[in-house]
């Protein structure tokens, strides 16, 4: 049995106990002294009404990603006994001794048979503050592809480092591509905190590593909280054993984490998703990809560059006076203008660049390499246009994270810097500072598969 | 200071976006609609996505002939407030064309739901059909994709998915293909009943709490039917329940509950410690990857 097993094991030794206790778990403190700040939706009335956070998990096998995914969902109430009880039946099928918790995490066939995660899975759980949607990546097989998959909607990451072993290769990888991906909001959890004393000093020459590591990455909100994902420690509750840790826990982190504000400050952008006739005028109809908009505003059309003013913001419930990054709206426009599904409409003020020759960093995800003859689809907000491949620049190597530039080579879980030459402009900004609107897929034209995850430069 | 969205603003916009994605891609999308309360949760989302335009998808059911008739009375009230077209085929057609054959008049048809569904995609040609599944349903349906791809046997190939990313999704399918929308994929059971709240959405009477005949088995409430009689020795009670899903009659459960109001049903589902399936459906009990398996030949 691998080590991996072990810590599984060990870890859910832990879960059942405490499932099985029907009483509350330690951890959670004596009923008796009801905690002040309670994490169970129960216990605060049901309505809680914050926002979103999504946010995706990395961390290979070793580093008790499953274990802390339990841990999240556990403490917060949402492992139910019947999903504990079918993950205790699978468990003893597979002849383990006692419940496997990332039994709970493989929902497919082939993972329960062979143990492995093949693809991204998303869970959710709510506190009173806010609702979380967690992208579980694998971090073995193909986790460029997946975990760019899952970074792709995540607002923030979580990126698991073992204390004891401090920046492995793959913690730097994790970070890479969690950067890669625009992700702004990053927490390195460093767990197995209880495997060394829960000693401050491999807590921080951990978080010094990848201080150092990540500082040309300038990424605006890196943390660091030290954690037992097996004892539970600063995940949802304190616990006992850090009182050197002052800082918020994971979930504290996770909470206060405000993404919507950077995006609804970026200039205006609305993605015409369909067009609708009411008695005779007509409505755009999309969600509001970035920035405000409000009544009255001077937009710029794109493609046809056709200026014009916001007549109206129009929702079922009727007609309203702003729109957020976000926020599903049908506009009207003060003047008639030609205007269909794949435009953009867009603040008269700094309008995006109209790009035809583009230059961009594609994830590369099918088995079949990039075909540097080949055509592709490529769909960038509402607008697919037809694509070439004009150069491949150079192919970054994932495992040293440095780019070579000879025979270069796009096959799957593949990072490469391309030229594109497009049949028609997109109206774009650059992914950096804009993800939705310098995002882009390619689809194989045959074969309909989704092949690359594109990023505007 | 910008106004703030809550996760239910969140989730609607995201449904409402996907649904709209559906009309500018698919050429011949279909909403399946069974009178349920994710169905009628997407149903409120097709309203705040089109009107007040027409949908541009008919309504589909597909119906096992086993139903709540509290639920086919609801779906047909509600079709027709909506003016929208409601198309049905019936299990009970397949059964008599001969491509379903049941093992005993009595089996559950939910699986054999699967078939006729197919049937009526062949039938109208269908690229798309937009469902109410949702993630936290089952563990199968954790690793759906929003837009699910299936091939000409409607089959899902859980291990060769398209990858999905940001919301550029990719509807594409040659003929006799399709695709499966989930847009509310990313909706909980307590989302759903907290925006049947906030909505104030009618909901069949069978989901809030009411007396009726049941029998325990197997940790299960066993409604007493014509289809589901009680076994020899059985007792039968009269208990308070209500259903946390509505699915063929011969396999959903209700729960002992003694709510009537939405809030006292969110009550309920914040204090629960069954999932919604664990506590009230029998065929997803018989084996660990039953859902899966019946998901993988052309189940919703």
Redo the contacts between chains.
Sequence with gaps: MSGVDLAFKNGLRLFGGEIHAAKKPEIMGNPSEAPAHSRRLADQGMNHTGSVLRFTTAGSVDDGKSTLIGRLLHDTKQILEDQYAAVARASTKRGLASPDLSLHTDGLEAEREQGITIDVAYRYFATPRRKFIIADTPGHVQYTRNMATGASTADAAVILADAGKGLLPQGKRHLYIAHLLGIRDIVVAVNKMDLVGYGRSAFESTRDAFVRYAAPMKIPNLQFVPISALAGDMVVERGAAMSWYREPTLLERLESIEPAAAVRARPFRFAVQLVQRVRGHRRYLGRVTSGTVHAGEEVLVLPSGRGSRIDAIYTFEGSRDSALAGDAVALALADDLDISRGDLIAAAAGAPRAAQAVQATLVWLSGEPLDPQGRYLLKHTTRTVRARVAAVNHVMDVDVLEPHAEGARLGMNDIGHVTLDLAQPVFADPYAEDRAMGAFILIDPHSHHTVAAGMLR | M????????????EA??IL??V??ECARPALLFSGGKDSLVLLRLA???????RFPFPLLHIDTGHNFPEVIAFRDRRAAELREELLVRSVEDSIARGTVRLRSAGESRNAAQSVTLLEAIGEFGFDAAIGGAR??EE?????ERVFSFRDGYGQWD??N????????Y?P???AGEHVRVFPI??W?E??VW?YIGREKLEVPSIYYAHRRPVVRRNGLLVPVTDLTPPGAGEAVEAVSVRFRTVGDVSCTCPVESVATTV?EI??E???????ER??TRMDDQTS??SM??RKREGYF
């Design positions: 910008t106004p703030d969205r809550s996760h239910l603003d969140w989730l609607e916009s409402i976006f709209r994605e009309a500018g309203e705040k996505a089109f009107r007040p335009g993630r936290d563990k199968a349906r954790a690793k859980p291990r998915q398209r990858p999905e990313l940001w919301d550029l990719n594409r399918v040659n994929s990313n909980t307590l989302d907290q809030d969110i009550a589902t914040v204090a629960t410690r069954v999932t664990g506590a660990e990857a899966e398996r």
